[in-house]
């Protein structure tokens, strides 16, 4: 298989001397969606800065579909499209001209850029603003036109920087379902999120990054494996004032009509019900208390925070 | 990229430049044709009458191609530091450091994006002299090199300019502070041989008074300086200031962090 992006011992120190890369390594492989995760400040952007070009390395190697980003740059920025997380293009530049004068950037001439920014714009609901300045577009069509502009060149791979931030449900959805379909298509995307629910639902592999560090890099999969335990939310019925009790599961009720229930990965949920009908209670409704992935997530995070810490002690 | 793709781009970049100086032209043709205007009434016709002869020539005749190199000097300078700061202000610079456009063909589409605007000013305000004055040419392609060899030296100025400014009063701390001075003094409006000898070698200084003086004598034919030293002077610095700006593109200064 062919790798899309390689990551080789990159670090980048600001002049400021924050270390914001301790060296990270990882590779992505051509066809993926893979998640790009990490609290705030963790390295996310700077990683993706530097693999854009723009932001400069302090060492460390970047490969574009086996193209170097140093030795072989032109090659490498041709299989790249990026959607930073700013909106960065000209607010006074008409929506077509904007994809135009970027596709011109890459050496397409203006007669086939027509075409591509006509079938990107239709796709991407935006042809009727197409003759109207940009700054005039919502916040969320300003996502869209993004998207738009780092597919003119059709590059193999794909770099969205938190793409969905501030976008309503709605159209946060159809956004997935047209990175969904680009990615059938064979485009390699790499998205950094912080809506965990968007990670799982549209990534097969993850790696998550934190003070500069990766402290995972598996897939979906195998990381949600790895959760043990699960907390249901039920909706019972009738009212208790005490938690029914539970054999074999930990259980807290929450106000009269709502019961907590911890249940482990080898446990199943049919039991639960058996003993809850056993006692007259009836399951109105049920849900997960959270992601599961946010769950693993601040473990992980939660984890490398602590190894900091302790590590400071250690100096002090 | 092949040599078409790199046309494109570089074309691609001035249609932009282009396409930007001409969407508002009321902020950027309109106000120096008010101006020169303005010059040619009161200096060339009221104060230029009382005044007489300038090296050889009424005043109005003197001053004329000091106003058109005026007007380009100021317009190169000011198309290219304002555009190219508003990108890095807005960001879309970005949306050329991600593309495989090299840095020389950035460079160059700013460059000639901002000569376009200093010749197209530089031409509005030759026609307007024409309601004053007869032009005359004494040497066609001397005014034709100069004219463009000052639009790209000018222009690569508001370049560097732009690289290093962090607000806008940045970019017009230099045109107000010392392009405006140092165009004043370099022989617009009068002929260096009126000064004392000091100051005479003061001028010599100001790279200005050798692209007016170019100019002048490839209307007028009349020089204060030695053309061929003008030009060795003027491909000089261009030479300096392109080399600047590419070591600036290269290192990323003030557009990559």
Same mark, same amino acid.
């Given at each position: 298989?062919?790798?899309?992006?390689?990551?080789?011992?990159?670090?980048?120190?600001?002049?400021?001397?924050?270390?914001?890369?301790?060296?990270?390594?990882?590779?992505?492989?051509?066809?993926?969606?893979?998640?790009?995760?990490?609290?705030?400040?963790?390295?996310?952007?700077?990683?993706?800065?530097?693999?854009?070009?723009?932001?400069?390395?302090?060492?460390?190697?970047?490969?574009?579909?086996?193209?170097?980003?140093?030795?072989?740059?032109?090659?490498?920025?041709? $299989? &790249?499209?990026?959607?930073?997380? +700013? =909106?960065?293009?000209?607010?006074?530049? *008409?929506?077509?001209? %904007?994809?135009? !004068?970027?596709?011109?950037?890459?050496?397409?001439?203006?007669?086939?850029?027509?075409?591509?920014?006509?079938?990107?714009?239709?796709?991407?609901?935006?042809?009727?603003?197409?003759?109207?300045?940009?700054?005039?577009?919502?916040?969320?069509?300003?996502?869209?036109?993004?998207?738009?502009?780092?597919?003119?060149?059709?590059?193999?791979?794909?770099?969205?920087?938190?793409?969905?931030?501030?976008?309503?449900? $709605? &159209?946060?959805?159809?956004?997935? +379902? =047209?990175?969904?379909?680009?990615?059938? *298509?064979?485009?390699? %995307?790499?998205? !950094?999120?912080?809506?965990?629910?968007?990670?799982?639902?549209?990534?097969?592999?993850?790696?998550?990054?934190?003070?500069?560090?990766?402290?995972?890099?598996?897939?979906?999969?195998?990381?949600?494996?790895?959760?043990?335990?699960?907390?249901?939310?039920?909706?019972?019925?009738?009212?208790?004032?005490?938690?029914?009790?539970?054999?074999?599961?930990?259980?807290?009720?929450?106000?009269?009509?709502?019961?907590?229930?911890?249940?482990?990965?080898?446990?199943?949920?049919?039991?639960?019900?058996?003993?809850?009908?056993?006692?007259?209670?009836?399951?109105?409704?049920?849900?997960?208390?959270?992601?599961?992935?946010?769950?693993?997530?601040?473990?992980?995070?939660?984890?490398?925070?602590?190894?900091?810490?302790?590590?400071?002690?250690?100096?002090? | 990229?092949?040599?078409?793709?790199?046309?494109?781009?570089?074309?691609?970049?001035?249609?932009?430049?282009?396409?930007?100086?001409?969407?508002?032209?009321?902020?950027?043709?309109?106000?120096?044709?008010?101006?020169?205007?303005?010059?040619?009434?009161?200096?060339?016709?009221?104060?230029?009458?009382?005044?007489?002869?300038?090296?050889?020539?009424?005043?109005?005749?003197?001053?004329?191609?000091?106003?058109?190199?005026?007007?380009?000097?100021?317009?190169?300078?000011?198309?290219?530091?304002?555009?190219?700061?508003?990108?890095?202000?807005?960001?879309?610079?970005?949306?050329?450091?991600?593309?495989?456009?090299?840095?020389?063909?950035?460079?160059?589409?700013?460059?000639?994006?901002?000569?376009?605007?200093?010749?197209?000013?530089?031409?509005?305000?030759?026609?307007?002299?024409?309601?004053?004055?007869?032009?005359?040419?004494?040497?066609?392609?001397?005014?034709?090199?100069?004219?463009?060899?000052?639009?790209?030296?000018?222009?690569?100025?508001?370049?560097?300019?732009?690289?290093?400014?962090?607000?806008?009063?940045?970019?017009?701390?230099?045109?107000?502070?010392?392009?405006?001075?140092?165009?004043?003094?370099?022989?617009?409006?009068?002929?260096?041989?009126?000064?004392?000898?000091?100051?005479?070698?003061?001028?010599?200084?100001?790279?200005?008074?050798?692209?007016?003086?170019?100019?002048?004598?490839?209307?007028?034919?009349?020089?204060?300086?030695?053309?061929?030293?003008?030009?060795?002077?003027?491909?000089?610095?261009?030479?300096?200031?392109?080399?600047?700006?590419?070591?600036?593109?290269?290192?990323?200064?003030?557009?990559?962090?």
């Amino acid at each position: 298989m062919t790798t899309a992006l390689s990551i080789k011992d990159l670090r980048k120190v600001y002049n400021n001397g924050f270390e914001a890369l301790k060296g990270i390594s990882f590779e992505v492989q051509e066809g993926d969606f893979f998640a790009l995760l990490g609290p705030n400040g963790a390295g996310k952007s700077t990683t993706l800065g530097i693999v854009s070009s723009l932001v400069n390395k302090s060492s460390g190697q970047v490969e574009v579909f086996g193209y170097n980003l140093d030795t072989d740059a032109s090659k490498a920025k041709c $299989e &790249l499209g990026v959607v930073p997380q +700013e =909106f960065n293009f000209n607010m006074f530049e *008409k929506v077509e001209d %904007i994809l135009i !004068t970027q596709a011109g950037y890459y050496g397409i001439p203006a007669s086939e850029a027509k075409k591509r920014s006509e079938f990107y714009l239709r796709k991407l609901g935006l042809w009727d603003k197409r003759d109207g300045p940009s700054r005039s577009l919502s916040g969320g069509m300003k996502r869209r036109l993004m998207i738009a502009r780092a597919l003119m060149h059709e590059p193999r791979l794909l770099i969205l920087d938190e793409p969905t931030a501030g976008v309503d449900i $709605e &159209l946060r959805r159809s956004m997935w +379902e =047209f990175l969904r379909e680009i990615n059938a *298509k064979g485009t390699t %995307i790499i998205l !950094t999120t912080h809506y965990l629910e968007e990670a799982e639902s549209l990534c097969r592999h993850i790696g998550i990054i934190d003070q500069g560090t990766i402290i995972t890099n598996t897939s979906m999969r195998e990381l949600l494996q790895q959760l043990n335990t699960e907390t249901f939310i039920l909706d019972i019925s009738p009212a208790q004032t005490e938690c029914p009790p539970l054999d074999g599961y930990q259980a807290t009720l929450q106000g009269d009509h709502t019961l907590l229930v911890d249940v482990e990965k080898s446990q199943g949920l049919n039991q639960v019900f058996a003993q809850l009908s056993a006692q007259g209670v009836e399951v109105t409704s049920m849900r997960n208390k959270s992601n599961r992935l946010e769950e693993l997530f601040v473990s992980l995070v939660d984890k490398t925070l602590g190894n900091h810490a302790k590590g400071g002690s250690d100096h002090e | 990229m092949s040599n078409r793709e790199l046309f494109i781009a570089f074309w691609t970049i001035l249609v932009k430049e282009i396409r930007r100086f001409t969407r508002i032209w009321a902020q950027t043709l309109l106000p120096p044709a008010i101006t020169m205007t303005l010059y040619f009434i009161i200096f060339g016709n009221l104060i230029g009458s009382r005044i007489g002869q300038m090296g050889g020539f009424n005043y109005m005749e003197f001053i004329v191609p000091g106003l058109i190199m005026m007007s380009v000097i100021t317009n190169s300078y000011g198309n290219v530091v304002s555009s190219f700061y508003s990108t890095k202000f807005q960001r879309h610079i970005e949306e050329l450091l991600v593309s495989p456009t090299p840095n020389w063909i950035i460079l160059a589409g700013y460059i000639i994006g901002g000569s376009v605007r200093g010749l197209l000013v530089g031409l509005i305000v030759t026609l307007l002299s024409l309601f004053f004055t007869d032009l005359y040419i004494h040497n066609f392609w001397v005014i034709v090199s100069v004219v463009f060899l000052t639009a790209i030296l000018f222009s690569l100025g508001g370049f560097i300019n732009a690289v290093f400014a962090n607000s806008f009063d940045h970019i017009s701390i230099i045109p107000t502070f010392v392009l405006t001075p140092l165009t004043y003094l370099g022989g617009v409006f009068y002929s260096i041989t009126l000064l004392p000898e000091f100051w005479q070698h003061v001028s010599q200084i100001n790279p200005i008074l050798y692209m007016v003086n170019t100019f002048r004598y490839g209307i007028l034919g009349v020089s204060d300086i030695n053309i061929g030293v003008a030009y060795a002077m003027i491909i000089g610095v261009i030479v300096v200031l392109f080399s600047y700006s590419m070591y600036l593109l290269n290192t990323g200064k003030g557009i990559r962090q």
